[in-house]
DNA sequence: CTGTCCATGTAAGGCGTTACATGATTGT
DNA sequence: ACAATCATGTAACGCCTTACATGGACAG
């Protein structure tokens, strides 16, 4: 289960509670790897069961207590395990090219609507993907990026690119919508 | 409910069992919306009871029952609404962004046999979906495409052009790890 | 005579979402 | 005064997965 090793590996740079891991999930991995506030503090109290993480109350008088996760060894041992194992690869969900493989059940003006929406979502996705790019890169300066910071930009880059490849796609649809021009691409075509 | 207009989609066109629309999702929308047996079943199931669908039971002695749905103009009515409204984005997760995150906990040894695993997995998807685009080019050969087919065949370009996009991103990681370079790339690097 | 295809479903469990609940502190 | 932030959780529901169950027809 991913969502309980995100947070062990979080957990591996600093103890945190709860509502810290929250607010660092929605800072970082919130693009790939959602999570919400319920499912956090559930997942945190599983851990906690399975003793891959120690819980210290922090007792506040007339306030709720204060829970401060630290992961054990056993939750390090595990997390190391994670990470280097390959995953198998997950099933993808995209309820938009539903939308699209039905295409034909539309007008063209419909399905180019469609379209025209799905570009902005993808273009305001991109620039919060390039915002944190550009944060993490004034963070680095001028000197090579630390290992910890590499890997985090390198999922940044990911979601650029995916994005881009998306609009492209995007425009190249709008392109031969417009000009009533059903003509598939050939595989060469894609290939470039 | 995605699920529930894909099969109404599928049912637009032709009455179909739950084994039948099983296989028509396997041949079809699979790489982007897979479906089991058990869940077509159920929907089945909660779309006729929505009077979305009508069932026709065909007896068949000693065997089971034989279970055709049509779509009614209900069910028409409710598809073509839903594929003309534009979605709310939907929550993305990659759980191999999560251990390329966390890449620096592992050696760049560690970090390349994963890249290497899932340029695999990218390949051999890549290699399915051209398959296809291929079957649907010979099917339509030198005259243009219907409307149905072109639609049809723009989801596969959008499979294709994301994992062409992903592979790229994974031989620029390679290419870096491998000489020991930390260097993130500059937006315009990525843009282009 | 073994396995695969045809064709239907149920049961249990996991992961995730949304809404609800509490109550002090800090900022405008 | 009012809203947002801090900080914890519970409850209910929805979707999907995996495993189980049944049993005839047909191919190798």
Chains 1, 2 share one sequence.
Do not use: C
């Not at 509670?17 to 503090?41: E, H, T």
């Amino acid at each position: 289960m991913s969502l309980k090793h995100a947070i062990l590996g979080f957990l591996s740079y600093q103890a945190l509670s709860g509502y810290d891991l929250k607010k660092v999930f929605d800072r970082s991995v919130r693009f790939f790897w959602p999570a919400n506030q319920s499912q956090i503090y559930r997942t945190l109290a599983d851990l906690h069961s399975e003793g891959l993480v120690n819980q210290e109350v922090i007792s506040r008088e007339e306030r709720l207590d204060l829970k401060i996760y630290q992961i054990t060894a056993a939750g390090q041992a595990e997390f190391q395990r994670w990470i280097t194992t390959p995953l198998v690869p997950q099933d993808y969900r995209e309820a938009f090219l539903i939308q699209v493989y039905f295409g034909a059940k539309m007008t063209d003006g419909e399905a180019l609507a469609l379209l025209q929406n799905m570009s902005q979502e993808l273009e305001a996705a991109l620039g919060q993907l390039s915002e944190m790019y550009r944060f993490y890169q004034e963070k680095i300066g001028a000197a090579a990026a630390s290992r910890d910071l590499f890997y985090n930009m390198l999922t940044l880059e990911y979601g650029i690119a995916s994005n881009q490849a998306a609009l492209q796609w995007i425009r190249s649809v709008q392109a031969r919508l417009a000009g009533g021009d059903y003509s598939p691409r050939t595989l060469a075509d894609l290939a470039g």
